[in-house]
């Protein structure tokens, strides 16, 4: 049925603004969704220019090819690929993350693209749900603040982030990781600005953020957004099991040049797989992988004490890992002399297959 309402709105409004659809929206086959809401570039004469009193009209620069970027890299990571929604219109045209009345600022053509954006969200979270049980929605966006960081929008103020652990505790149910907070059974503090957070995460791939343990929350008078309509519609706050956190990337050498975003795709998408695996792991590792009952030594692959490694005499190649329920948990190519780090990964015992290799290598983490 939410299918069939999908293709009803996109067939409607093609009919009425032409060929061009105003929302992409890509299918996916992993517990992740990525939204662009701010970064479209279409402004058509048949929609009119919103201009209400609250409107904000200025774009996310390059945040629908951050989404793009991101989703090419953990599907090359994974050999899956994320859901995808983009909002190609211009913000002057349409805001994706506010209600259908500031969004659309009653323009009845740019409300239909706002149903068509928000119903996709919605088929991709159902979808996810069923097959995987749980799942994480990641909006992405661009601030232009002065401290050169991360914000990171759970739907906590930045007053709020500044309480002490047993007050935050207490601001789990408000949060929009409601649902991994239940599942985890672990403190509200550690999973938004503790060691094993997104956050932390992000510090791992060399991106500075707040909150995180290194900035647990931005001080007194410092900019921070906290989290939008997106975050607070289609994250866990409301119910469901699939979480929301709003990401807002800097500008300087993050979102000033393609080359840039791309860069920014690969650490991010480092640090997604981590926080995944780590809070997700029955959502990460549902495929399981037909492999030989013996395991040689794999003369191209060579086990370390972090993961695995690729000779330098190797060709680049495609590297596979299973754990011994055979379900995937790392698919990726791999350089020569590069080297994967399987620290985010449950201590057990490994697969590693090569695909010039033949042999399998056995390691343990």
């Known amino acids: 049925m939410r299918a069939l309402l999908l293709a009803l709105l996109l067939s409607s409004v093609s009919l009425c603004v032409g060929a061009q659809p105003f929302v992409e929206f890509q299918r996916g086959d992993f517990p992740l969704i990525l939204s662009a809401p701010h970064g479209g570039y279409l402004t058509p004469d048949s929609l009119a220019d919103r201009t209400c009193a609250a409107c904000v009209t200025v774009r996310d620069t390059r945040t629908q090819e951050w989404a793009r970027f991101l989703a090419d890299d953990i599907e090359q990571r994974t ?3 994320p859901w ?5 219109l ?4 349409l805001d994706a993350n506010r209600d259908v009345a500031e969004a659309a600022d009653g323009d009845p053509r740019a409300a239909e693209a706002w149903q068509i954006y928000h119903a996709a969200l919605e088929e991709a979270s159902a979808e996810i749900m069923q097959r ?3 799942g994480l929605l990641l909006d992405l966006h661009g601030h232009g603040h002065s401290i050169e960081r991360f914000e990171l929008g759970y739907l906590l103020s930045a007053s709020q982030l500044r309480e002490s652990d047993a007050a935050m505790e207490m601001r789990a149910g408000l949060s929009s990781i409601r649902a991994l907070h239940s599942r985890s059974g672990v403190p509200f503090g550690s999973i938004v600005r503790g ?11 060399g991106i500075s953020s707040t909150p995180s343990p290194a900035d647990p929350a931005p001080l007194s008078g410092q900019a921070f957004f906290s989290g939008g309509y997106i975050t607070a519609r289609h994250g866990s706050r409301d119910g469901g099991e699939v979480d929301a956190i709003q990401l807002e990337a800097h500008y300087p050498g993050i979102r000033d040049s393609d080359l840039h975003v791309a860069e920014l795709a690969s650490r991010v998408g480092g640090a ?3 926080f995944l695996e780590r809070w997700y792991p029955s959502a990460v590792g549902t495929d399981i992988v037909p492999w030989p009952d013996e395991a040689g030594s794999a003369s191209c692959l060579t086990a370390t004490p972090a993961g695995i490694r690729l000779h330098e005499t190797c060709l680049a190649g495609r590297v596979e890992v299973v754990d011994m329920l055979g379900r995937r948990v790392m698919a990726i190519r791999m350089a020569p002399g590069e080297e994967w780090m399987a620290s985010s990964r449950a201590r057990g ?3 590693a297959r090569f695909e010039h290799d033949s042999a399998v290598l056995r390691f343990f983490r």
């Open 79 to 81: 050999a899956r690929r």
């Open 84 to 88: 995808v929604v983009i909002n190609l």
């Open 90 to 93: 211009a913000r002057v045209k």
């Open 132 to 134: 995987f049980g749980s």
């Open 195 to 205: 060691p094993d957070s997104f956050g932390d995460a992000l510090f791992r791939e």
């Open 272 to 274: 997604v797989l981590a």
């Open 349 to 351: 015992l490994y697969l």
